[in-house]
């Protein structure tokens, strides 16, 4: 079983739609979880960084952790264009310096 | 809002040539990171250094791999002699005390 899960999509929809994206994971040892956002050769840009399980939102992104379920998610309401990019999960366990492992990503479209 | 800054942006070599990559993490950061992707694959880790030494590599990360601190901005990746495997993104990325990562903008190494 791989240990992180993303399905590359691509996902498509028109501009003001609510997008869902998600990961999953087999290592329980995890408990930091972050969602990136890629654009075309670029770096990864953090968007959102949650510890353990909950939710967490900033402005149009919701972040939700369910560790019991080993599933993150992010929300996207009022999708623009410009939220069109590559979306990836990364996650790590505990205590500093830990290597963060990666979902394949998911490859938005947002169309006006 | 400072940034990690990566030079050189692309890199052509031919195989078995010495590549050394760039990387300016954002000052006051203390865990340094390597990561690499290949196209169409996920984001790998290479390998983490904090306080002038490596404290964790990947299997990746064979005896044709180095990294350097050489002074107190600077870290580098040298490649010894590179493979057409070697050919992926390669992105640096720092954090402070344990934190999340911040990632540059990458390198585009192509081995001929």
Known sequence: QKEVEQDPGPLSVPEGAIVSLNCTYSNSAFQYFMWYRQYSRKGPELLMYTYSSGNKEDGRFTAQVDKSSKYISLFIRDSQPSDSATYLCAMRGAGNNRKLIWGLGTSLAVNP | ?112
């Open chain 2, 1 to 112: 809002e400072p940034e990690v800054t990566q030079t050189p942006s692309h890199q052509v070599t031919q195989m078995g040539q010495e590549v050394i990559l760039r990387c300016v993490p954002i000052s006051n950061h203390l865990y340094f990171y390597w990561y690499r992707q290949i196209l169409g694959q996920k984001v790998e880790f290479l390998v983490s250094f904090y306080n002038n030494e490596i404290s964790e590599k990947s299997e990746i990360f064979d005896d044709q791999f180095s990294v350097e601190r050489p002074d107190g901005s600077n870290f580098t990746l040298k490649i010894r002699s590179t493979k057409l495997e070697d050919s992926a993104m390669y992105f640096c990325a720092s954090c402070p005390a344990g934190e999340t990562q911040y990632f540059g903008p990458g390198t585009r190494l192509l081995v001929l």
